[in-house]
């Protein structure tokens, strides 16, 4: 388990963009919630049309589209949650 999480935990090159981000909870925050509100907004629109593109562009509509749009927007609450929770507690 230790060799799994320390390799999540080397540096590379943003070192002072991750220590200037520590300082500043409220900005990753906000980021995290911009972010999060556009995946929202992505899942929503899905599942309100019943057509969504993979990474690739092919088209995927019925259950497949559902499905992306539900775990869009859970993945968007999660990096909302996650960016109320910087901005309130730093």
Same mark, same amino acid.
């Given at each position: #388990?230790?060799?799994?999480?320390?390799?999540?935990? $080397?540096? !590379?090159?943003? =070192?002072?963009?991750?220590?200037?981000?520590?300082?500043?909870?409220?900005?990753? %925050? +906000?980021?995290? +919630?911009?972010?999060?509100?556009?995946?929202?907004?992505? =899942? *929503?629109?899905?599942?309100?049309? %019943? *057509?969504?593109?993979?990474? +690739? %562009?092919?088209?995927?509509? !019925? *259950?497949?589209? $559902? +499905?992306? &749009?539900?775990?869009?927007?859970? !993945? !968007? &609450? *999660?990096?909302? &949650?996650?960016?109320?929770?910087?901005?309130? #507690?730093?």
């Amino acid at each position: #388990m230790n060799q799994v999480t320390g390799l999540f935990a $080397q540096r !590379g090159g943003n =070192g002072a963009i991750d220590n200037w981000l520590g300082q500043n909870p409220l900005v990753l %925050g +906000l980021l995290a +919630l911009a972010l999060g509100a556009l995946i929202i907004v992505s =899942g *929503v629109y899905t599942l309100r049309t %019943g *057509v969504t593109r993979n990474k +690739l %562009g092919m088209e995927a509509r !019925g *259950v497949t589209a $559902q +499905l992306a &749009g539900y775990i869009r927007i859970v !993945g !968007g &609450g *999660v990096a909302c &949650g996650y960016g109320l929770y910087k901005i309130l #507690m730093g």
